[in-house]
């Protein structure tokens, strides 16, 4: 690909992701959900259903498709589709809400439950990300600045973890603690750093050879400033990179943790525990799982044009 076409897709990439954040952050927000809503009314509804909200003053909440409007009472259907006349006077307030990605079997509007399961799947991947990072890239720099001993154990130990299946990895570790966002968050840190820490290991070396840094160290420069005018700025762009795609994988190991039972509870929405409740009924509500699994994977693919705009923008840079 041209190098010209780098800033296009990370604009393109950051565009993406900015709007997820926003209406993952927002919308659930906007979207409060209804009070008192009968579930066995709302369940299942298809994409774009449109109802009518009738909330009454001692409480009750009715919904139907049709409202029936008259001079002193107004017609709704209830549950078993039975015809109920209830006075104006009675009435709080009327008003339409409509499903735009329709309702799950438990009366739920799943856009909202779309947005909060975002929020709550990009919070856990970013802060597994963080953990990753702070381990990896202490491990890495470690390895490249002690001696050849120490850097031969951390080695040693990156590949032996490298060694087991990261899902096995993640199951066992899920498994033996109790399940819940704090849990997975910590898994999922400590099974994601060894790549990065052979990354921050190979760029210092690599870094540590060039002629800069020779002549620096020539020169007499402290080695906190060695690092602040040469070894940092080089390792933004790798390390920004790498993070950027790690990411995305967070992502899709927190989705398939939660589509297994074995992440955070389904009580609590996750993009992952939306498709896996979407996949028991798939044949009744199609759009239950794959709404959700769409939104994984726009993310994912926006991730991959900022890791992809990145690393063109660090190879030019050289």
């Keep these: 690909m041209s190098l010209k076409a780098a800033p296009l897709r990370l604009t393109a990439g950051l565009g993406m992701i900015g709007l997820i954040i926003l209406a993952c952050g927002v919308g659930p927000w906007l979207l409060r959900p209804l009070p008192g809503m009968d579930p066995a009314r709302a369940a299942l509804l298809p994409p774009g259903s449109r109802v009518t909200v009738v909330q009454c003053r001692n409480g009750a909440v009715y919904m139907s498709p049709r409202v029936e409007k008259g001079a002193r009472a107004i017609a709704v259907l209830g549950p078993g589709n039975r015809?109920?006349?209830?006075?104006?006077?009675?009435?709080?307030?009327?008003?339409?809400?409509?499903?735009?990605?329709?309702?799950?079997?438990?009366?739920?509007?799943?856009?909202?439950?779309?947005?909060?399961?975002?929020?709550?799947?990009?919070?856990?991947?970013?802060?597994?990300?963080?953990?990753?990072?702070?381990?990896?890239?202490?491990?890495?720099?470690?390895?490249?600045?002690?001696?050849?001993?120490?850097?031969?154990?951390?080695?040693?130990?990156?590949?032996?973890?490298?060694?087991?299946?990261?899902?096995?990895?993640?199951?066992?570790?899920?498994?033996?603690?109790?399940?819940?966002?704090?849990?997975?968050?910590?898994?999922?840190?400590?099974?994601?750093?060894?790549?990065?820490?052979?990354?921050?290991?190979?760029?210092?070396?690599?870094?540590?050879?060039?002629?800069?840094?020779?002549?620096?160290?020539?020169?007499?420069?402290?080695?906190?400033?060695?690092?602040?005018?040469?070894?940092?700025?080089?390792?933004?762009?790798?390390?920004?990179?790498?993070?950027?795609?790690?990411?995305?994988?967070?992502?899709?190991?927190?989705?398939?943790?939660?589509?297994?039972?074995?992440?955070?509870?389904?009580?609590?929405p996750t993009w992952g525990s939306l498709v896996a409740e979407g996949h028991k009924v798939l044949l009744q509500g199609w759009w239950l799982a794959t709404f959700p699994g769409i939104a994984i994977a726009v993310l994912v693919i926006a991730l991959a044009l900022v890791g992809d705009g990145l690393q063109d923008l660090v190879r030019s840079a050289r």
Excluded: C, K
């Design 83 to 268: 015809r109920i006349e209830i006075e104006t006077a009675q009435i709080a307030r009327v008003f339409p809400h409509r499903y735009w990605l329709g309702s799950d079997r438990f009366g739920r509007d799943l856009l909202r439950e779309s947005l909060s399961g975002g929020r709550i799947s990009l919070a856990v991947a970013s802060l597994a990300l963080a953990i990753a990072l702070v381990i990896g890239g202490g491990i890495g720099l470690a390895a490249a600045t002690s001696g050849t001993l120490v850097d031969t154990l951390l080695m040693r130990l990156v590949d032996a973890f490298l060694a087991f299946p990261i899902l096995f990895l993640l199951i066992l570790a899920v498994a033996l603690f109790r399940p819940g966002p704090s849990t997975l968050v910590v898994v999922l840190g400590l099974t994601s750093w060894m790549g990065l820490a052979r990354l921050v290991r190979g760029q210092v070396l690599s870094l540590r050879q060039r002629d800069f840094v020779q002549a620096a160290r020539v020169a007499g420069s402290p080695w906190w400033r060695i690092w602040e005018l040469h070894y940092a700025p080089n390792l933004v762009g790798p390390v920004a990179q790498d993070a950027a795609l790690r990411l995305g994988d967070l992502v899709l190991a927190e989705a398939t943790l939660s589509y297994l039972g074995l992440g955070i509870p389904p009580s609590t």
